[in-house]
C-alpha cells in the first residue's frame, strides 16, 4: 500500500470557521508533511511532523495548527482564515531523515468565503 | 540554503518525440537525493525518478532518463516518446539529510498530439 489519504477532497468554509484536514498513510513512514500549493506554484511547506513531534514549522500562522495523533494520522486545524488561505494542501510521508522520496495525498481544495 | 532552478516556466512537444526539461541546484552537501514529480491535473503529485547523488550512473525509468551532472549541479529530464499522458507540471526536487524536501518553480509541459 503506497497510498496517503486525504479528506475532504473539496472544502468550502467560512472566516469565522473551523475545520480540520486529514490524512493517513499505512506505509510504516514516521515523517509526515503539511504543503500548501497555490495555483500554477510549487507546494511550499508548511509543517513537518518526525516520530510524532513537529520538527519543521515553516513560520506558518498561528490559525494552521497541524496535529500529529498517532503515526498514520496527520490533521490539520484550520480557524479564522482568510482568503488568501484558499489553496491546494497536500500532505506527504516519507521515511524519516533517509534521502528518499515522499508520497503525496491527492490534496484538499480548500476555498475560504 | 539549497536552491532548485527550473528555468523553462513551459515547454511543448510533438508527440512521439523527445523533450528535456532542466533542473539546476546549489547545495554544500555531498550526498542527497534528486528527484522529478509530475503533477496532472488530477493534482496528485506522482513520483517519475529519482537519483542518488552517489550514484554516477544516470536513472532510468522507461521512457523517463536522467542527465545527472553532479560537479555542474545539474539535473535534467528527458522523456522520450512523449505521449498526450504525459502532459503536466513537472518539478525538479532536492532532498539531503533531515526531512525538508525542496521543490524548483515546475514546467507545465504541453504534448501537441
Known amino acids: 500500500d503506497t497510498e496517503v489519504t486525504q479528506t475532504p477532497k473539496h472544502l468550502v468554509m467560512g472566516m469565522t470557521n473551523k475545520k480540520s484536514l486529514k490524512c493517513e498513510q499505512h506505509?510504516?513512514?514516521?515523517?509526515m508533511y503539511w504543503y500548501k500549493q497555490k495555483a500554477k506554484k510549487p507546494p511550499e511547506l508548511m509543517f513537518v511532523?518526525?516520530?510524532?513531534?513537529?520538527?519543521i514549522n515553516e513560520s506558518v500562522p498561528s490559525r494552521f495548527s497541524p496535529e500529529c495523533p498517532n503515526s498514520s494520522l496527520l490533521n490539520l486545524h484550520l480557524h479564522a482564515l482568510q482568503p488568501e488561505d484558499s489553496a491546494l494542501y497536500l500532505c506527504?510521508?516519507?521515511?524519516?531523515?533517509?534521502?528518499?522520496?515522499?508520497?503525496f495525498g491527492q490534496g484538499t481544495r480548500l476555498t475560504v468565503v | 540554503a539549497q536552491t532548485v532552478t527550473q528555468s523553462q516556466p513551459e515547454m511543448s512537444v510533438q508527440e512521439a518525440e523527445t523533450v528535456t526539461l532542466s533542473c539546476t541546484y546549489d547545495?554544500?552537501?555531498?550526498?542527497?537525493?534528486l528527484f522529478w514529480y509530475k503533477q496532472p491535473p488530477s493534482r496528485q503529485m506522482i513520483l517519475v525518478i529519482r537519483?542518488?547523488?552517489?550514484?554516477?550512473q544516470n536513472a532510468t525509468e522507461n521512457r523517463f532518463s536522467v542527465n545527472f551532472q553532479k560537479a555542474a549541479k545539474s539535473f535534467s529530464l528527458k522523456i522520450s516518446d512523449s505521449q498526450l499522458g504525459d502532459a503536466a507540471m513537472y518539478f525538479c526536487?532536492?532532498?539531503?539529510?533531515?526531512?525538508?524536501?525542496?521543490f524548483g518553480k515546475g514546467t507545465r509541459l504541453h504534448i501537441l498530439p
Open positions: 506527504a510521508s516519507s521515511q524519516v531523515d533517509a534521502n528518499t522520496e515522499a508520497f
Open positions: 506505509m510504516g513512514h514516521r515523517a
Open positions: 511532523y518526525s516520530y510524532e513531534k513537529l520538527s
Open positions: 547545495t554544500s552537501e555531498s550526498d542527497y537525493y
Open positions: 537519483q542518488e547523488a552517489y550514484k554516477q
Open positions: 526536487a532536492y532532498r539531503s539529510r533531515g526531512d525538508k524536501i525542496i
